[in-house]
T-cell receptor
Framework: DSGVTQTPKHLITATGQRVTLRCSPR?????VYWYQQSLDQGLQFLIQ???????AKGNILERFSAQQFPDLHSELNLSSLELGDSALYFC??????????????FGPGTRLTVL | DAKTTQPNSMESNEEEPVHLPCNHS???????IHWYRQLPSQGPEYVIH???SNVNNRMASLAIAEDRKSSTLILHRATLRDAAVYYC???????????FGTGTRLAVRP
């Protein structure tokens, strides 16, 4: 158990819909990351937040957005869903940002299925 | 981002050492070599990292070539629980983004 929790575990929805994935980082961790894992693209970094502020952006679509709240939990919002958005979405957290060693602890993931 | 190259798959016998290679010929001086692994149906987990010198921890050892163009993750005694996809990642100290490649799928035979 990494200490990172993600809800829900599974989500099934239809094309065009909007969903929200939630992540609670390990106690004390200030950085939160979102990754997407699909069969064709592998594991891809989407976005990082550090203490409420966006720190880095990866291959995140404009239809996707995220935020980190004052209590440090984070939400990833996916809208206008397409079949290709079906994937495992992982949240990770780390104590700080930058440095040679900043181990990321990954949650169990949310499996999103778009029908 | 500098690229890493790993074999798609490897097999090992239980309780024998495993050497997982990674090539990173375009590595820059500020890139750290990180290894993560992903057990079946789980999120990735950190294994080890290094810059120039060989590193040991409770999970594994990391051997880094003198020119830093390649590295090897060493599991000293493979167990069935070590069956996973192992990712070799180059990460700059100025950032946190992990760029995962296709990794090496390790199978461990009892």
């Amino acid at each position: 158990d990494s200490g990172v929790t993600q809800t829900p575990k599974h989500l099934i929805t239809a094309t065009g819909q909007r969903v929200t994935l939630r992540c609670s980082p390990r106690s004390g961790d200030l950085s939160v990351y979102w990754y997407q894992q699909s069969l064709d693209q592998g594991l891809q970094f989407l976005i990082q937040y550090y203490n409420g502020e966006e720190r880095a952006k990866g291959n995140i679509l404009e239809r996707f957005s995220a935020q980190q709240f004052p209590d440090l939990h984070s939400e990833l919002n996916l809208s206008s869903l397409e079949l290709g958005d079906s994937a495992l979405y992982f949240c990770a957290s780390s104590t700080h940002s930058g440095g040679s060693y900043n181990e990321q602890f990954f949650g169990p993931g949310t499996r999103l299925t778009v029908l | 981002d500098a690229k890493t190259t790993q074999p798609n798959s490897m097999e090992s016998n239980e309780e024998e050492p495993v050497h997982l290679p990674c090539n990173h010929s375009t590595i820059s001086g500020t890139d750290y070599i990180h290894w993560y692994r992903q057990l079946p149906s789980q999120g990735p987990e950190y294994v080890i990292h290094g810059l120039t010198s060989n590193v040991n921890n409770r999970m594994a050892s990391l051997a880094i070539a003198e020119d830093r163009k390649s590295s090897t993750l060493i599991l000293h005694r493979a167990t069935l629980r070590d069956a996973a996809v192992y990712y070799c990642i180059l990460k700059k100290s100025s950032g946190d983004k992990l760029t995962f490649g296709t990794g090496t799928r390790l199978a461990v035979r009892p």
